[in-house]
């Protein structure tokens, strides 16, 4: 909900894919991925300027225990 609401949905990805996107987020960074290459390679992966938004949302709802 929190992607639509702000606008980071992915592009032609499902609810499905878009949460699988996410959990791949929260390991990539677990696996010390800096945060800002972590979105900048969301945008790549996915033709969108809203990485920041999703990185977010991600971390908020996936992986809390990253964004703490």
Do not use: K, W
Request: charged share 20%; hydrophobic share 40%.
């Amino acid at each position: 909900d929190e992607i639509s609401v702000n606008n980071a949905t992915l592009p032609g990805r499902s609810t499905a894919e878009m949460i699988s996107a996410g959990y791949a987020t929260c390991d990539h960074l677990r696996r010390g991925v800096p945060v800002l290459d972590e979105v900048s390679a969301v945008e790549r992966a996915y033709q969108f300027g809203q990485g920041t938004l999703f990185v977010s949302a991600a971390t908020t709802h996936l992986c809390p225990d990253f964004a703490s």
